[in-house]
């Protein structure tokens, strides 16, 4: 029995269920296999990154779903898809960024639609539909934190978690809502182990004359990716990127940073405590390895009983 790696359902002998084929589009009854290999796919990615918009360290390429031909093509510009190949550096990332974007959904966080497709080496690929597109080739404007803060790729790092407050104050429409969706990402990044959410990992979108925090990105579990993890914040709160406690990240971070009420910050924190059984549920269905999966429940665990006692 087959499991679909866009829903972790049960697809029988099929590489996907309909119901996720349906989800890329209501015309899809079949998906090809990405004609590239893992190492074709990095190599193809480093030979167009000048031409796309599209940056950052880990490999990315621009694609279309090409319905006609029931496979993603690879394309320079007008793009609607993002894929993110094997990394040979940090093992299973694809099959991590999907997971930690499915356990976000399960919070309230606002992601979009993103899941798994097989290359022709049988190796998984990460795809997430592109928010900043709608119609026909059309984009609404997008503005990651570092732009907005003045900082650059080498320096997007050098801020704090009270700056990013700022920015939403300056340039929100209705900065209270955002505050809210900042305070959950927070809880939930510290959970989850994302200790490398920088300055362009937060980015504000303008959608029907409102200007608010774009849907979630680049959501990964940092901490059982990378060997030997120093910090557990990439921007300092408190001024501290590790030894993070209820305190500071409750507390100090929703209460006294944000100004929400002691009503709103525990009903998000329950929201959250009760999505915990469905995270586990879905780390079981995962790709990962049975190694990495109990990482990811161990770490959550630990992280829980600091938050949540």
Not at 23 to 43: F, G, M, V
Not at 145 to 152: D, Y
Not at 182 to 203: A, C, P, V, W
């Amino acid at each position: 029995m087959n499991i679909c790696p866009i829903t972790y359902n049960p697809c029988g002998d099929r590489k996907y269920s309909l119901e996720g084929l349906k989800l890329l589009s209501r015309n899809l009854n079949d998906l090809k296999d990405i004609p590239l290999t893992q190492e074709e796919q990095i190599k193809e990615a480093a030979v167009r990154a000048v031409k796309m918009s599209i940056q950052g360290v880990q490999p990315k390429l621009s694609a279309r779903l090409n319905l006609k031909e029931s496979s993603f093509i690879i394309v320079d510009n007008g793009g609607t898809f993002i894929l993110k190949p094997q990394n040979n550096f940090y093992p299973q990332l694809p099959e991590n960024e999907d997971l930690t974007m499915k356990l976000a959904e399960t919070v309230g966080l606002d992601v979009p639609l993103h899941g798994m497709v097989y290359s022709i080496d049988s190796k998984l690929t990460y795809f997430i539909k592109r928010f900043d597109r709608y119609g026909r080739d059309k984009k609404y404007s997008l503005e990651d934190f570092a732009q907005l803060a003045g900082k650059s790729r080498e320096t997007k790092y050098d801020f704090s978690m009270e700056k990013i407050v700022d920015i939403i104050k300056q340039y929100c429409t209705f900065p209270v809502i955002e505050f809210v969706k900042l305070f959950r990402l927070t809880l939930f990044n510290f959970l989850i182990g994302n200790e490398d959410q920088h300055l362009k990992n937060f980015s504000l979108i303008t959608r029907n004359h409102k200007v608010e925090l774009s849907p979630t990105y680049d959501l990964i579990n940092t901490t059982i990716a990378a060997p030997n993890p120093q910090e557990e914040i990439a921007l300092p709160l408190m001024g501290k990127k590790k030894k993070l406690s209820r305190k500071i990240l409750i507390d100090y971070r929703g209460k006294e940073r944000l100004g929400m009420n002691e009503k709103t910050v525990f009903r998000i924190c329950d929201e959250i405590k009760d999505s915990i059984n469905m995270w586990h549920e879905l780390i079981s269905k995962s790709f990962l390895s049975e190694e990495m999966k109990e990482k990811y429940v161990n770490l959550i665990s630990e992280r829980y009983k600091i938050l949540f006692g």
